[in-house]
T-cell receptor, first 112, second 120 residues
Framework: QKEVEQDPGPLSVPEGAIVSLNCTYS??????FMWYRQYSRKGPELLMYTYSSGNKEDGRFTAQVDKSSKYISLFIRDSQPSDSATYLCAMSAASNTGKLIFGQGTTLQVKP | GAVVSQHPSWVICKSGTSVKIECRSLDFQATTMFWYRQFPKQSLMLMATSNEGSKATYEQGVEKDKFLINHASLTLSTLTVTSAHPEDSSFYICSARAGGNSGRIADTQYFGPGTRLTVL
């Protein structure tokens, strides 16, 4: 079993839809949770960063962390064609190493 | 704007030659940088952790003599693919870890744009 599970998709939605992306994990020591967006042939771009449990909102993006269920989510409101990309969840257990464990990535396509 | 740069963005080389890829953190000092490899439609695979002034730590299965890493300064790490072969063709991405005084989110990795290597 992988430490971090993420449905690779692809996920196709119409423009304006609410998108829900999710990851589950098995290591209860994870405390730092991130979402990265990666466009084709580009490096990942940090979207959201959350420490421990709770919600965090930034514009159209909301990140949720439920440590009791070992489940994290990224919601995208009013999705746009420019949101079409691969979304990677990532997490780490300790800040002293900084090593991230990535999900497989979910490919999202937002159709105009 | 970009906080981590990579050079070159793409390179084509002949089998048997060596290729050096540079990774620079542009607006903060990074004591730790990471090198990843990514195959098409797959996630990032960590190759090694590069610490300034010390030897890199390689992940299991990564040949340290083939993938030479040097982290000579707080803003520069290099990856040299030695005696490259077609199976080394891939997308190589570096990241820099922000420290507490960097002005960035501490302990978060910021990624470069990647280098596409094609070995003929």
């Amino acid at each position: 079993q992988k430490e971090v599970e993420q449905d690779p998709g692809p996920l196709s939605v119409p423009e304006g839809a609410i998108v829900s992306l999710n990851c589950t994990y098995s290591n209860s020591a994870f405390q730092y949770f991130m979402w990265y967006r990666q466009y084709s042939r580009k490096g990942p771009e940090l979207l959201m960063y959350t420490y421990s449990s709770g919600n965090k909102e930034d514009g159209r993006f909301t990140a949720q962390v439920d440590k009791s269920s070992k489940y994290i989510s990224l919601f995208i409101r009013d999705s746009q064609p420019s949101d079409s990309a691969t979304y990677l969840c990532a997490m780490s257990a300790a800040s002293n190493t900084g090593k991230l464990i990535f999900g497989q990535g979910t490919t999202l396509q937002v159709k105009p | 704007g970009a906080v981590v740069s990579q050079h070159p963005s793409w390179v084509i080389c002949k089998s048997g030659t060596s290729v050096k890829i540079e990774c620079r953190s542009l607006d903060f000092q990074a004591t730790t940088m990471f090198w990843y490899r990514q195959f098409p439609k797959q996630s990032l695979m960590l190759m090694a952790t590069s610490n300034e002034g010390s030897k890199a730590t390689y992940e299991q299965g990564v040949e340290k003599d083939k993938f030479l890493i040097n982290h000579a300064s707080l803003t520069l790490s290099t990856l040299t693919v030695t005696s490259a072969h077609p199976e080394d063709s891939s997308f190589y991405i570096c990241s820099a870890r922000a420290g507490g005084n960097s002005g960035r989110i501490a302990d978060t990795q910021y990624f470069g744009p990647g280098t596409r290597l094609t070995v003929l």
